[in-house]
């Protein structure tokens, strides 16, 4: 069963415009979430974090938002550029923190 | 700093093969991941280490597959016999000893089974 879970397979935004990538979870007891990106023939590579006592984490142009109350967090791209397209996945931590549960990623392709 | 180094890249084998896949972590990082991804499932954690100790198999898909770390810079996840069910990119992650901090992913290899 996903707890975290990535409805959205693909996105496409012409560059300069903003991107959204959006993720849901199961467990409320989660409290740590993470987004990484994956481009073709590499492993992911961490992007950011955000923690539960947060709702919103900024770097650049990176935002991850967290509604505790739905259970989603969004990552915003803004402006998206070329060079963002690759898959993005949203991971969460269990309670020991040694183990990481991620969603099925969100192809993101950015139009020049 | 190397990063986490799998070998091969690329395995394509026939069913009923042995398949091994290696891993070297990142040097000092205590624990060690290896993770599945499928189009279906994403990334599926395997089986998990710290300080070469198995901790967490449930990940594990079935008695065909085993995992090893014999020391804390090597790691093999092994199939035995393959299927062609077993075709995806597996990838090995390490991170040091603190919860929080983010996972480094190797490069993946590619395992297609005939």
């Known amino acids: 069963d996903q707890q975290v879970k990535q409805n959205s397979p693909s996105l496409s935004v012409q560059e300069g415009r903003i991107s959204i990538l959006n993720c849901d979870y199961t467990n409320s007891m989660f409290d740590y979430f993470l987004w990484y990106k994956k481009y073709p023939a590499e492993g992911p590579t961490f992007l950011i974090s955000?923690?539960?006592?947060?709702d919103k984490n900024e770097d650049g142009r990176f935002t991850v938002f967290l509604n505790k109350s739905a259970k989603h967090l969004s990552l915003h791209i803004v402006p998206s550029q070329p060079g963002d397209s690759a898959v993005y996945f949203c991971a969460a931590p269990s309670n020991t923190g040694n183990q990481f549960y991620f969603g099925t990623g969100t192809s993101l392709t950015v139009i020049p | 700093d190397a990063g986490v180094i799998q070998s091969p890249r690329h395995e394509v084998t026939e069913m009923g093969q042995e398949v091994t896949l290696r891993c070297k972590p990142i040097s000092g990082h205590d624990y060690l991941f290896w993770y599945r991804q499928t189009m279906m499932r994403g990334l599926e954690l395997l089986i998990y280490f710290n300080n070469n100790v198995p901790i967490d198999d449930s990940g594990m898909p079935e008695d065909r597959f085993s995992a090893k770390m014999p020391n804390a810079s090597f790691s093999t996840l092994k199939i035995q016999p393959s299927e062609p069910r077993d075709s995806a990119v597996y990838f090995c992650?390490?991170?040091?000893?603190?919860?929080?901090?983010?996972?480094?992913f190797g490069d993946g290899t590619r395992l297609s089974i005939l």
């Open positions: 955000i923690s539960s006592i947060k």
């Open positions: 992650a390490s991170s040091l000893n603190e919860g929080r901090l983010p996972q480094h």
